[in-house]
Every structure is written in C-alpha cells, then in structure tokens.
Nanobody, 119 residues
C-alpha cells in the first residue's frame, strides 16, 4: 500500500514559520493532485491546500496569503511553507490525495505532523 509520511512540524510562536514535507511512496506521485489537511482538537479534518500535477493550487481562505504549497515530482515530495503562523493554525497536519479522500469509504492516513503555535 502507498505510504504517506509527513514531517516538519513543531512548536513555534505566533508570527513564526514552519515548512512541512510529505513523502509519498510509489512512482505515480507526479500524476496525482495532492493536498494538505489539518485536524485541530475537537474539530473535523479540513483541506488546507492542494496542488494539481500541473501545479495549479488551491488554498482555504484561512491560510491564503500565508501558506504556500509546492511539489517536487523528482523527489515524490510535497511541501507546505507556513508563514505568519497563528494559534488557530495549531493542528495535526496530514497529506493525502483529495480524489481518494472524497470517497466515503476511504480512511487511510499517515501519522501526521503536529504543529503548535503559541500566542
């Protein structure tokens, strides 16, 4: 089964920056739209940003102008540069394929990476 490995989280003060990485096993990475999701305590998981295989990006309104999603197909890796972090950005961040996440029966996630923003 395809493996998703997220990394780069940590504890940062408000206004700080972090860069998350997502490594996807397998040779088909370049063909997929990939997305970053996050889940805060007591809240549903939400899509933060995604990027098509052609590099077209989408951002949730809450992160627009602060976060930048990118990908390196040669490395099977996706990134999320997070700037001007806010306490509301505190969550576990996951990567996945939006096309699969949209399926009701789909429930495969990596371990995620914790981002904690202190005020």
């Amino acid at each position: 089964q395809v493996q998703l490995v997220e990394s780069g989280g940590g504890l940062v003060q408000a206004g700080g920056s972090l860069r998350l990485s997502c490594a996807l096993s397998g040779s088909m990475f370049r063909m997929y739209t990939m997305g970053w999701y996050r889940q805060a305590p007591g809240k549903q998981r939400e899509l933060v940003a995604d990027i098509t295989r052609g590099g077209i990006t989408y951002y949730a309104d809450s992160v627009k102008g602060r976060f930048t999603i990118s990908r390196d197909n040669a490395k099977n890796t996706m990134y999320l540069q997070m700037n001007n972090l806010k306490p509301d950005d505190t969550a576990v961040y996951y990567c996945n394929r939006p096309q699969l996440v949209a399926r009701p029966e789909y429930d495969y996630w990596g371990q995620g990476t914790q981002v904690t923003v202190s005020s």
